[in-house]
């Protein structure tokens, strides 16, 4: 609501006072020959709309149009990404160090995340494979190792190598890669029945098979996984927690203000390759005085699925929006908010289906970001705020003696404007008003049944005179309060829309008059 604010206090008060001070030093500098003189000075002459007046105000806070015109403001709040870190740890901390000792073939050793996940494939970018296959018999042998479902560019892992027979003292002949450890960056594992298989042959020199030795090891150690595949359970993914300013009501005393059709928007996006529900954890909207009001509906209670990709490296984007239909946003969102609290999580295989394959990559990641949207559709009655705006006139005026202003303004939006100010110094001494009493910058353009505006109105006109005892106090002001008071046409009995198309004309000039002493 500050953009109003800087506005209508901006352009009809603060060019009035600070903006023309360059002008108005030009005329105190008049050739010492003049004595007594006034100017007149024309300071504004334009035509805009309130969208041209705001236009782009930063990523958080933005003005968007409707294809129909209608204005709405949008605060925009995004949490980091949260990522699918938590089951690559799982399967990592298994995954540091493997030792399987081979005693047959096919020997099994179990791969898996836990009792309720079951992994079918997954993907390695680091990590390190050693064997140890010594010949115990007192004959030549050739070894051979394999891992069938442990591949590198579609080729299974394979080694094999002819040891010398066993003498029967010392270290049995043992191939072995203690040294030169297989990188396994690159391999892809498929993960039949919860297990990986090593086949293993030792045979003779006569091509009988042989049982392997004792001490057969292979090891891996360090594995690290850039995919999964797979049912990999149910595990719920915390999001972090956020606020969104809305500083429409920042400077809120008074009144009563109603917005039609208010929405908070949530916008997933997702490379989980999974199912998963939205858990709304909180979603909060605090008021101005402090008071944490609950934004309730089934969606809240409940939560709500969001799309997942089917394919690794896409993105599904979910966008789920609260309105008047799903929750009780109207009666919040004019509860005068100046902040929305809220956190997403998100419960993967919510419904426990083991019968879905999904996956993830190390890379994979939801975020939320919230979007609330106050559209210019509504009412407001008596709505009054105040703000404060530094101003430094000491001085400036140099021997000027008096300054008449004169406002003119034809609105065609349905919004009404009143304003009082006061000049305060340093000490927050009351130097002088503004004016005497409430003056009316805008009178509030007519509306037709449906809101919208039927013409621009008639023009107002406001003359505000500083001179004498009243010039002389602003002199030493440094700031200058102002309270405006807002109403809709009507004065808030009924919901009107303000539009990219409706404008405001602004005509303000001033006679300036000069005293050589």
Do not use: H
Request: hydrophobic share 40%.
């Amino acid at each position: 609501m500050k953009l109003f604010i800087t506005f209508f206090t901006g352009i009809c008060l603060l060019w009035v006072l600070v903006g023309c001070t360059e002008s108005i030093e030009d005329f105190s500098r008049v050739d010492e020959t003049r004595y007594d003189a006034a100017y007149a000075v024309p300071l504004i002459d334009s035509e805009v709309t309130l969208n041209e007046l705001i236009g782009d105000v930063s990523e958080e806070i933005s003005l968007t149009v409707d294809p129909d015109g209608l204005l709405r403001f949008r605060y925009s709040g995004e949490v980091p990404a949260v990522g699918s870190d938590i089951v690559f740890a799982r399967l990592e901390s298994i995954a540091q160090g493997v030792f399987v000792p081979i005693t047959r073939s096919p020997q099994a050793a179990p791969f898996g995340g836990g009792a309720d996940i079951d992994i079918d494939e997954v993907r390695i970018k680091g990590g390190l494979l050693n064997y140890s296959l010594p010949n115990g018999y007192d004959r030549p042998v050739t070894v051979t190792l394999s891992i069938p479902d442990a591949r590198l560019d579609g080729v299974p892992f394979s080694v094999s190598a002819d040891l010398p027979a066993y003498s029967g003292e010392g270290t049995p002949p043992t191939f072995q890669n203690r040294d030169t450890p297989v990188n396994l960056s690159g391999y892809v594992l498929t993960i039949p029945n919860d297990s990986l298989y090593f086949e293993y042959s030792i045979v003779g020199e006569n091509g009988e098979d042989l049982a392997p030795s004792a001490q057969t090891v292979v090891s891996f150690t360090n594995l690290r996984f850039s995919y999964v595949e797979g049912y990999l359970g149910q595990e719920l993914y915390p999001g972090l927690r956020d606020t969104v300013e809305v500083d429409f009501f920042d400077r809120y005393l008074e009144g009563e203000v109603f917005f039609e059709d208010p929405t908070i928007t949530m916008t997933l996006t997702n490379t989980f390759g999974l199912p998963a529900l939205a858990q709304v954890s909180v979603l909060n909207v605090v008021d101005v005085n402090g008071n944490v009001i609950p934004i309730t509906g089934t969606a809240v209670e409940e939560g709500f699925y969001f799309n997942f990709p089917t394919i690794p490296g896409d993105t599904a984007i979910t966008t789920f929006v609260f309105d008047n239909s799903n929750s009780n946003i109207s009666e919040v969102l004019s509860a005068r908010p100046v902040a929305l609290d809220y956190e997403v999580n998100a419960l993967i295989n919510p419904d426990g289906d083991t019968d879905i394959i999904g996956f993830l990559t190390d890379t994979a990641a939801y975020s939320a970001r919230v979007d609330v949207e106050l559209p210019l559709y509504g009412q407001a009655s008596g709505f009054v705020l105040r703000d404060t705006f530094p101003i430094d006139l000491m001085d400036r005026f140099g021997e000027v003696v008096g300054v008449d202003f004169r406002l003119t303004t034809r609105n065609g939006i349905p919004l009404s404007v009143s304003v009082e100010g006061t000049f305060l110094d340093e000490n927050d001494n009351a130097l002088a008003d503004l004016t005497d009493g409430r003056i009316q910058l805008l009178d509030a353009a007519p509306i037709g049944a449906a809101g919208n505006v039927l013409n621009g109105g008639e023009p107002l006109i406001n003359d505000v005179t500083f001179e004498d005892d009243r010039l002389d106090a602003i002199r030493s002001a440094d700031r200058l309060v102002v309270a405006l008071n807002f109403s809709t046409t009507g004065q808030g009995d009924v919901s009107v829309r303000v539009t990219n198309e409706q404008k405001l004309q602004v005509l303000l000039g001033a006679i300036v008059r000069v005293e050589n002493r």
